[in-house]
């Protein structure tokens, strides 16, 4: 993650609206889009199925738990079936909150999404690695002793550590009250086939990827002390599929981990 807009570098969000077939992206992203689809072919399947892994589990957490209020951390670059879309068409009181690293992800946010009148949306420039600072911000808008949806989708594996991606988590976790949801997904390499697992290790070790796969078991250790909502952890197009939807993505294509718990 890059903390300075520079459409010279990659940035992971504008690399993602790339994928997702959106024009808010330059040259560097592009290409660096491509190369991990070299690694990858099916790098553009995934991130439309991780895209609708999003809307069903939001809607799970408006609709089914009643949670109000959203922190979506990482939120990318705008498109159809935003956090907030999704939220307020189950609530229209709905508050959510995005949190991203790209000055350009905040400019688009702020000109392009707008809120129900009876709900709000509140947009923060900050680092994953800086909860502390995204809790008090984002406390300006929620009400932390009420539940929160907490969304760490797609962003955490951007972290190489382990160690330190569980403990941010459990930093966010921790301030949240009971009744409370992460809503989480992170690529995994425990899905591919030998061949692809080996590319993938191959575009980690030469720099041409920024992605930190998880294991199963790695996955996991990010819902500590959550009760997991049926099905638990599983490939994000198996997670509450959609029958009428149009992709229905393989565990292969998708190698994504998603789940969603709640926190007692």
């Known amino acids: 993650m890059t903390d300075k807009f520079d459409t010279g570098v990659p940035h992971p969000a504008r690399r993602y609206n790339y994928w997702l077939g959106g024009k808010d992206n330059f040259a560097a992203d ?15 399947i995934a991130a439309r199925a991780n895209r609708a892994f999003l809307g069903r589990a939001v809607r799970y957490v408006a609709a089914d738990a009643g949670v109000r209020q959203f922190l979506d951390i990482g939120t990318g670059l705008p498109t159809a079936g935003n956090t907030h879309e999704v939220a307020q068409r189950v609530a229209p009181s709905s508050k959510i909150v995005y949190v991203d690293n790209d000055p350009m992800v905040m400019a688009h946010a702020r000109a392009l999404l707008t809120s129900t009148p009876d709900g709000e949306t509140r947009y923060l420039e900050e680092d994953l690695r800086n909860p502390a600072k995204i809790l008090e911000q984002a406390g300006q808008v929620l009400d932390f002793s009420q539940p929160v949806g907490l969304i760490l989708v797609a962003v955490v594996h951007f972290l190489p550590s382990q160690e330190e991606s569980v403990s941010l988590v459990r930093t966010l976790l921790d301030s949240l009250a009971p009744g409370s949801h992460l809503i989480a997904s992170m690529a995994t390499t425990d899905l591919l086939t030998p061949a692809l697992k080996e590319a993938w290790d191959e575009s980690l070790r030469t720099g041409r990827s920024d992605v930190h796969p998880r294991t199963q078991a790695e996955f996991a250790a990010h819902f500590p002390d959550l009760t997991l909502i049926p099905p638990g952890i599983a490939p994000v ?22 789940a969603v718990g709640r926190k007692s």
């Open 30 to 44: 592009r290409e660096s889009g491509d190369l991990l689809a070299k690694s990858y072919p099916a790098a553009r």
């Open 237 to 258: 197009a198996d997670w509450r599929p959609d029958p009428s939807a149009d992709e229905h993505p393989s565990p292969v294509e998708a190698s994504i981990f998603g």
